[in-house]
């Protein structure tokens, strides 16, 4: 299994940055694929962004330019710098781990902006 703990949410004003932290625990040297996720209310989760241990990474087009998803194998961690955000960036944040064939999410962290 995995363990994933996020940090880093918070309320911010429009044009600000956030900087969000996810720490892994487990089983982790068999994670290929880590994400970061969003829920706003009312809708459904959507992939932000995601990394693979090799550094490829993919981005939803709302945020492409703004976000930047990071790794930090050594510590286990994967980040998401946030810059420029926009109200519509308002969700709740949740890590992912593939651990094929399953993925580990988790608790989420709040990202509020304000305009």
């Known amino acids: 299994q995995v363990q994933l703990v996020e940090s880093g949410g918070g309320l911010v004003q429009a044009g600000g940055s956030l900087r969000l932290s996810c720490a892994a625990s487990g089983r982790i040297f068999r994670v290929n694929v880590m994400g970061w996720y969003r829920q706003a209310p009312g809708k459904q989760r959507e992939l932000v962004a995601d990394?693979?241990?090799?550094?490829?990474?993919n981005y939803a087009e709302s945020v492409k330019g703004r976000f930047t998803i990071s790794r930090d194998n050594a510590k286990n961690t994967v980040y998401l710098q946030m810059n420029s955000l926009k109200p519509e960036d308002t969700a709740v944040y949740y890590c992912?781990?593939?651990?094929?064939?399953?993925?580990?999410w988790g608790k989420g962290t709040l990202v509020t902006v304000s305009s």
């Open positions: 990394i693979t241990s090799g550094g490829s990474t």
């Open positions: 992912s781990a593939d651990l094929l064939p399953l993925r580990y």
